[in-house]
């Protein structure tokens, strides 16, 4: 379906970055995603305030010296005139630029790709979901994890009813990236950037938006016990939420950097009345299937139990890994074929079924700050939405 979308259109999207110089992981990462599947050219960019980064970035990816501008604001203005100007933009700036820059972006007529949390305050997510909304673009948030393969299978599986009534969500995100000490410029924690809830916003939404996807209820209600497990940190670094779903069902979630030992830490389980399933960053190709009543199933990413959004998900057979990057470039493959479709006249909806957008990135940002509410006052609070 790809291939014909690509046919039809006559030439791949077209994109830039405004983040991600050299020496940024984050950088890296989106490039190889949206190098993938052949949807995206990289064709320009704003990659660095430092100068000779910026320029030396354009270089490594072949952009042409003209298309390599020194901030969003001058890559607006130089893409805006011209005839093959970019259908999408890239924000792989720290969260606190992210409002100005995608406002700017989508005022201008560019879709938006950005990076998570997509601000540092629910005030600004809500002021980007309005420009969104005002100019007619869409904007598809990073929220990487929902790419996998077995993370797909399981918000199937409890889409189709599989796990009956859902009862109880838990999710995690727990590393132990500041456990033994904190480099110099940490703005996670150091408060320079974020405020309090800077490593929660980073850490935190990403279990918070797996619970939601997963599960396919919103968090209504937010009780929290959050700490500074490092006496030297200005934000929060470990945080203990209990919630209640929509629907009436309980759960809990923990993000930390402070899990001494962990490399990653990232999973989710969900309970229904007819049974469970279990998902592990550590272990991504497989999904544990509890049903009541029956033994334990490891199912396996492409195996005979994979639901249609497994297979989707899935770019090899059982037996050959995936992996990150992979998970990563399914977001920018169902984005491409959704600008595709939608610049053809047709129905966009199928590849945005499964997309992380900007009312997710709005209701994380709530959560985070209701548990921030939750903690001073010591008592459960209420989600605004």
Known sequence: MRATLLER?????????????????????????????????????????????????????????????????????????????????????????????????????????????LTDTAADARRVAAAVSESGRRLMLTHCYSGYPMVRQ?????????????????????????????????????????????????LGTHALHLAEFVAGRRITTVAADLARVAPEHVAFDNAYLTLRFENGARGRCWSTSQAAGATHGLAVTVHGDRGSVSWDHDTPETLWWRAAGEPDRLLTKAGPAATPAALAASRFTAGHPDGYALAFANLYRDFACALLSEALGEDPSPYLADLPDVADGVRTLAIVEAAVRSDAAGRPVTVDT
């Open 154 to 202: 399981a918000r199937e599986m409890v889409a189709r009813g599989d796990l009956g009534r859902i009862t109880l969500v838990e999710s995690r995100f727990a590393g132990g990236m500041y456990a033994a000490d904190t480099p110099p410029g940490s703005w996670r924690v150091d408060g320079t950037e974020g405020g309090v809830t800077a490593l929660i916003a980073d």
């Open 9 to 117: 259109f006559g030439r791949r999207v077209r994109v830039a970055m405004v983040g991600g110089g050299i020496g940024s992981y984050i950088g890296e990462t989106h490039a190889v995603a949206l190098r993938a599947d052949g949807l995206w050219d990289l064709v320009a960019g704003a990659f660095s305030r430092n100068p000779d980064t910026n320029a030396a970035t354009g270089r490594s990816w072949l952009v042409p010296p003209e298309r390599t501008y020194a901030d969003h604001r001058a890559l607006i203005a130089g893409e805006s005139v011209r005839a093959d100007r970019v259908d999408a933009v890239i924000v792989a700036t720290r969260p606190s630029s992210h409002a100005e820059i995608a406002c700017d972006l989508l005022a201008a007529g560019f879709h938006v790709i950005s990076e998570k949390p």
